[in-house]
């Protein structure tokens, strides 16, 4: 049974940093494209960075470059978003996702297979 668990969502201060962790179990993790995903109440799931598989590739969306930086511990079976200089628009309930549909570097999609159940992130002073 596939699972993927998020953590490390929080409350923090504009400009302040967070880590979010993607789990995965049932899987080997190098194996599939992951992704973060980011969905406000009222408004469409946003794509907000991916690895594809054996980390061949990074995406980011324009609203978090250079500020998010996604990282894969194999080790672990664990992806990583490091969340730098939050905004209060970062605010929301942040997925992660992993599919094995996408290869050769891709991972930019909506096409993923496993979702986990969401964490929380609020910036806000």
């Known amino acids: 049974q596939v699972q993927l668990v998020e953590s490390g969502g929080g409350s923090v201060q504009p400009g302040g940093s967070l880590r979010l962790s993607c789990a995965a179990s049932?899987?080997?993790?190098?194996?599939?494209?992951t992704a973060w995903f980011r969905q406000v109440p009222g408004k469409e799931r946003e794509g907000v960075a991916c690895?594809?598989?054996?980390?061949?590739?990074?995406h980011y969306a324009d609203s978090v470059k250079g500020r998010f930086t996604v990282s894969r511990d194999k080790a672990k079976n664990t992806v990583y978003l490091q969340m730098n200089g939050l905004k209060p628009e970062d605010t929301a309930v942040y997925y992660c996702?992993?599919?094995?549909?996408?290869?050769?570097?891709?991972?930019?999609?909506?096409?993923?297979?496993?979702w986990g159940q969401g964490t929380q992130v609020t910036v806000s002073s």
């Open positions: 996702a992993a599919t094995m549909i996408l290869r050769n570097g891709q991972c930019w999609s909506e096409s993923y297979d496993y």
């Open positions: 049932g899987i080997t993790s190098e194996l599939y494209a």
């Open positions: 690895i594809s598989s054996f980390d061949v590739n990074t």
